[in-house]
C-alpha cells in the first residue's frame, strides 16, 4: 500500500477480561500497519462510557492515536460537557461524533441534542479547537433519511457546524462511494472523506449488520456467501479477495485512506492489507 495513503482501525470496547486480551492481541498486530489513529465505539453492542474511556486509553498506552466515538442521543449538555472535559484531561485530540442510535429505535427524540451536526455544534462552543472532529458520511443514504439529497443537506450541516473529516458507512460499491464524494464536492464541501471498510468473515453476522445500518449486499455476493455455507475458511478468503479489489479501486482512484471496520480482530485486516501496492 502506498505510503501516501493512511489507515485508521475502529475497535469496540471488551465485554470481559478475556475479549480484552484478544482485543490487545489484535491491536498489537495491526499496530504494525502504523494507522494515523484508532477509534473506539461508544453506546454500540450495550458499550458504556466508561468502556469507551477504558479502551482509548488501553489504545493510547500501546502508543497509538486513539479517537472516542461520542453519541449524543440520549444525553443531556452537561453529561456531554463532562465527558469532553474528562477526554480534553486525558490529551485525546479527536473525536468521531455521532448521534447514535437507541436499542429500542426511539429514533432521535431522546436526549437534549437532536443530531450529530448539533453535537458537533455543541463541541465546538464548548472545547473550541481542541478537537478534530470527525463525522459519518453515508454514501448508500442513512436508513432513516427519506431522500438521498435531504441526507447530503444533513451531512453538510455537520460539516459547516465544524467536522473536520468524515468516514463513511461500510458498502461493497465502489461507485457508491465516488458518487457521494462528487454530489458532496459539488456542495462545496471539501474535507476528507474517508471509506469504511468492513471485512467479510461472517455471513450471518454481515446480513444483520447490513440490514440494520442500510448498507447494500451486491446480489453476487450473497450468492456466493450462500454458497459456501458454514465454510468459515472459504467466506473468508472470499471476504479479503473482495474488499482487498474494492479497496484498491478506492486507493486508485483518489479515496483519502481506509477506514477498517476491524470488529477487533487483526486476521482480515492484515491480509486485505497485505494485498494492497
Ligand atoms: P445524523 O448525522 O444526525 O443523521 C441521522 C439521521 O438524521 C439521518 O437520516 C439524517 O439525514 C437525519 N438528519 C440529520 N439532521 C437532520 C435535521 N436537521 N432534520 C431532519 N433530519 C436530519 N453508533 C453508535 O451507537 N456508536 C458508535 O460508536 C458508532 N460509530 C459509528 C461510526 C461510523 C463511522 C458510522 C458511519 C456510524 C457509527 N454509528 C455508531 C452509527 C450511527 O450512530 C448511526 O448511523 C445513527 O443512526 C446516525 O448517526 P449520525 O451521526 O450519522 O447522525
Avoid at 473550541?128 to 443537506?153: C, K, N, R, S
Avoid at 468492513?198 to 450471518?204: A, F, L, Y
Amino acid at each position: 500500500m502506498s505510503s501516501a495513503s493512511s489507515i485508521s482501525l475502529e475497535f469496540f470496547p471488551p465485554r470481559d477480561i478475556a475479549a480484552q486480551e484478544k482485543l490487545v492481541r489484535s491491536a498489537k498486530q495491526l499496530l504494525a500497519l502504523h494507522p494515523s489513529y484508532v477509534s473506539v465505539t461508544f453506546g454500540a453492542g450495550g458499550s458504556t462510557r466508561s468502556g469507551t474511556a477504558a479502551t482509548v486509553s488501553l489504545m493510547q498506552n500501546l502508543g497509538c492515536e486513539a479517537a472516542p466515538h461520542l453519541s449524543c442521543i440520549g444525553s443531556s449538555r452537561a453529561v456531554l460537557t463532562e465527558i469532553l472535559d474528562a477526554y480534553h484531561a486525558a490529551g485525546i485530540r479527536r473525536i468521531v461524533a455521532l448521534r447514535g442510535d437507541t436499542p429500542s429505535g426511539m429514533g432521535a427524540d431522546a436526549g437534549e441534542l437532536r443530531y450529530a451536526s448539533e453535537l458537533v455544534r455543541f463541541i465546538r462552543e464548548h472545547s473550541g479547537d481542541w478537537f478534530h472532529i470527525e463525522v459519518a458520511a453515508y454514501p448508500e443514504m442513512h436508513p432513516q433519511a427519506l431522500t438521498a439529497p435531504e441526507d447530503l443537506d444533513h451531512f453538510a450541516t455537520k460539516v459547516k457546524a465544524g467536522a473536520n473529516s468524515a468516514i463513511t458507512q461500510y458498502f461493497f460499491n465502489a461507485d457508491a462511494y465516488f458518487d457521494f464524494v462528487n454530489r458532496a464536492q459539488a456542495k462545496g464541501i471539501s474535507i476528507p472523506i474517508v471509506p469504511g471498510i468492513m471485512p467479510i468473515t461472517n455471513h450471518s453476522q454481515l446480513v444483520r449488520f447490513s440490514t440494520m445500518c442500510g448498507a447494500e449486499i451486491p446480489r453476487w455476493i450473497r450468492l456466493r456467501l450462500a454458497e459456501f455455507g458454514d465454510d468459515r475458511a472459504s467466506i473468508r478468503a472470499f471476504g479479503v479477495d473482495v474488499i482487498t479489489h474494492l479497496c484498491q479501486r478506492l486507493l486508485d482512484q483518489g479515496a483519502p485512506g481506509l477506514h477498517f471496520y476491524t470488529l477487533n480482530n487483526a486476521d482480515s485486516v492484515l491480509a486485505i492489507h497485505r494485498g494492497l501496492s
